[in-house]
């Protein structure tokens, strides 16, 4: 398998105003699209976490299934601080694993995890870099295991299309100057995974087809 030897984009300059950043661009759009589908995942008993950003996410994913433990791998060392610091204190923290690592270099257990979860993550890489990522980490996903993913996606036809295409440029420039971000646009990040034997099994679309949300489970 080729690895990836560019860094990883460094978060730590955005992780105090990520939240109002986001409000700010999308209101709770983004909260509702990582949010929905959690309780799909109360059965798991091993969950990856990869890019888990400021915590929100985690904080309702350790409510949502109480008796899974939670390896949380993020680049971003001050983003993991402010994720651990929102669960500090409680019986959930002690099944919660922080892990600061580039997660094309980590080590993943094979078969060890019941689902992975990639919330507005995988759009931070090229195409080629998103089919390397799922295959390593595909194989530390269990048969019958699950992907919960979500992510922008570019509407079919029309205005909406247009004004999706206008955004994301505006945010990868964005992003890629505070950042370092490898991606100058989407990758075909769903097709990836089904390509990779995860195939969609719940799905919902918010702001007119611009975000995504998905289930998937891996055949």
Not at 76 to 86: E, F, N, P, Q
């Amino acid at each position: 398998m080729t690895m990836i030897t560019e860094p990883a984009p460094n978060f730590d300059s955005l992780a105090r105003a990520y939240r109002l950043l986001e409000v700010i661009a999308f209101g709770r759009t983004l909260e509702r699209a990582r949010f929905c589908m959690l309780d799909r995942l109360a059965g798991c008993r091993d969950i990856l976490v990869l890019g888990e950003g400021d915590g929100r996410c985690l904080a309702r994913l350790v409510s949502a299934v109480p008796a899974a433990r939670i390896h949380c791998v993020d680049a971003s060392a001050a983003m993991l601080d402010r994720a651990a610091r929102r669960i500090a204190g409680t019986e959930a923290a002690r099944r919660v694993t922080f892990v600061r690592a580039d997660a094309f270099a980590a080590d993943f257990p094979p078969a060890g995890y019941d689902a992975v979860v990639t919330l507005f993550f995988l759009d931070c890489f090229r195409a080629e870099q998103v089919a390397l990522l799922v295959e390593r980490v595909a194989a530390a996903v269990k048969p019958g295991g699950l992907w919960l993913f979500a992510d922008f996606a570019i509407p079919a036809a029309g205005l909406a299309r247009i004004r999706a295409r206008l955004v994301l440029a505006v945010l990868y420039a964005f992003f890629r100057w505070r950042t370092g971000l490898p991606a100058r646009e989407l990758p075909p990040s769903e097709k990836i995974l089904c390509k990779a034997g995860f195939f969609p099994v719940d799905e919902r679309s918010f702001s007119g087809g611009f975000i995504r949300s998905a289930l998937l489970e891996r055949r």
